[in-house]
């Protein structure tokens, strides 16, 4: 999951970082500190380049809170993640002829990009926002923030049956939707998202519209039966 920025920072062996090996983990904070973030001067490093020492994790929690990360020592992925995030921005600010220069990867001959590749998974609002649908929705957390918003789209797609995109792609005549007028109950710090939210919480309203419809009708129905004069309810059986 940290390839992607690893790459963008020249770390020497993105494809083979393993989060879990604590020296490796140690040792890519120190890089982080050393070559890209730089927050401390060199000869304030000493408790965080001593990577054997017991002290370290203590020695790590007051770097994030000196560095002003929204994340502690024990959570260590959602650490690294925002550190990484932290160095590309620091090191897009230090060389920003260099990238405003850069050709896009892709042509119109190649195939479309995943539009989820170009998020900031490192956001806090936008992993606030990917929380806050995973609850709605009661998908189970990941690690990967990314992970989770695919499973959000996969799912939402999965819900759609064949009848209700027939129905969705027909010509309907109505009034619009405001949005604005339609009070969430949260906020997912995302204006995006927001919408995004509204727009499910309206789709399922109209689901439990349809239902008390249905509903209505088997009243309806069974109100029927009951009121028909072939009912006998002395004798205790429907039907002459």
């Known amino acids: 999951m940290f390839r992607r920025k690893l790459t963008a920072l020249d770390y020497h062996n993105p494809g083979g970082f393993d989060c879990k090996d604590e020296t490796e983990y140690r040792n890519c904070i120190v890089w982080l500190e050393d070559q890209k973030i730089r927050h401390y001067k ?5 408790n965080l380049r001593n990577i054997p020492s017991s002290e370290w994790p203590a ?11 929204p994340f502690g020592e024990a959570e260590r992925q959602e650490a690294l993640d925002w550190l990484l995030g932290l160095a590309v921005r620091y090191e897009y600010g230090d060389n ?9 990867l892709s ?19 936008f992993k606030a926002g990917v929380t806050a649908l995973a609850n709605i929705l009661k998908i189970q957390r ?13 799912l939402i797609e999965e819900r759609l049956s064949p009848e209700a995109v027939a129905k969705s792609s027909q010509k309907k005549e109505g009034l619009p939707v405001a949005l604005d007028q339609h ?5 997912t710090g995302d204006p ?29 129905a069974v109100q029927a039966i009951i009121a028909d004069p072939k009912t006998d309810h002395r004798l205790g059986k429907v039907g002459r």
Do not use: W
């Open 42 to 46: 060199i000869e304030d490093r000493g």
């Open 59 to 69: 020695a790590f929690q007051k770097y994030l809170q000196d560095v002003s990360s």
């Open 96 to 104: 920003v002829d260099k990238y405003k220069n850069c050709q896009p």
């Open 107 to 125: 042509t119109s001959s190649e195939k479309p990009v995943d539009p989820l590749v170009n998020l900031d998974s490192s956001s806090p609002d």
């Open 142 to 154: 990941h690690d990967d923030y990314l992970v989770m918003l695919k499973a959000i789209r996969i």
């Open 183 to 187: 009070v969430l109950g949260f906020d």
């Open 192 to 220: 995006t998202l927001n919408e995004a939210a509204q727009i499910l919480r309206l789709l399922h309203i109209e689901e439990l519209r349809e239902l008390q419809t249905h509903i209505n009708e088997a009243l309806v």
